[in-house]
């Protein structure tokens, strides 16, 4: 069974440009959890659904960010536009709904920002 | 506002030996702390987790001990193997915003052989 999906893997782009991240939740899970990973901020939440629903964007860091689960099986992780301070791995998690459910993480994209 | 702490940095463990990483965590909410390994190039992956109604989990290797009077947890790694050094992070969750987790910044284990 394939596990959570994230494309693209690394993604480099010039500042100021847009950028699209997705993923694909292991199929049956409906809490999707968007994660940003930097040596000087460690692991941080950005956004997280229920059941396609945003629940929680506080960490989602400035109105350059967005995110959308139109349907339970993909999401996207927008930046537009994109800054350098934006270079970081993304993750997406997937879980069943729950506050004790272990959350599945992605191998993450690379995003490099020039 | 950091609300879980997780020392040391980095820990550096001869094979056999036994390996601790510590947090401490500040919102008394919080009633699931799951621990995570992460390898280079890959996700965190759920290694253990303790909710604060018992003291102690054991999973082969892998124990946390967990002190609700003191706010604190640990994860022990028994007998650490090269095949164990990774980066560990806890993590805790729970209250009103289950579902959203705060992690500690991580300890890089190396277990050298």
């Known amino acids: 069974d394939a596990g959570v999906i994230q494309s693209p893997r690394h993604e480099v782009t010039e500042m100021g440009q847009e950028v699209t991240l997705r993923c694909k939740p292991i199929?049956?899970?409906?809490?999707l959890f968007w994660y940003r990973q930097t040596m000087m901020r460690g692991l941080e939440l950005l956004i997280y659904f229920n059941n396609n629903v945003p629940i929680d964007d506080s960490g989602m860091p400035e109105d350059r960010f967005s995110a959308k689960m139109p349907n339970a099986s993909f999401s996207t992780l927008k930046i537009q536009p994109s800054e350098p301070r934006d270079s970081a791995v993304y993750f997406c998690a997937s879980s069943l709904q729950g506050a004790y459910n272990e959350q599945f993480f992605g191998p993450g994209t690379r995003l490099t920002v020039l | 506002q950091q609300q879980v702490k997780q020392s040391p940095q980095s820990l550096i463990v001869q094979k056999g030996g036994i390996s601790i990483i510590n947090c401490a965590y500040e919102n008394t909410a919080f009633d699931y702390f799951p621990w995570y390994q992460q390898f280079p190039g890959k996700g965190p992956a759920l290694l253990i987790a303790?909710?604060?109604?018992?003291s102690e989990k054991k999973e082969g290797r892998f124990t946390i001990s967990f002190n609700k009077s003191a706010k604190q947890f640990s994860l022990h790694i028994m007998d650490s193997q090269p095949g164990d050094s990774a980066t560990y992070f806890c993590?805790?969750?729970?209250?009103?915003?289950?579902?959203?987790?705060?992690f500690g910044d991580g300890t890089t284990l190396t277990v050298k052989p």
């Open positions: 303790i909710r604060p109604d018992v």
């Open positions: 993590a805790a969750r729970g209250g009103t915003n289950a579902g959203k987790s705060t």
């Open positions: 199929s049956g899970h409906n809490s």
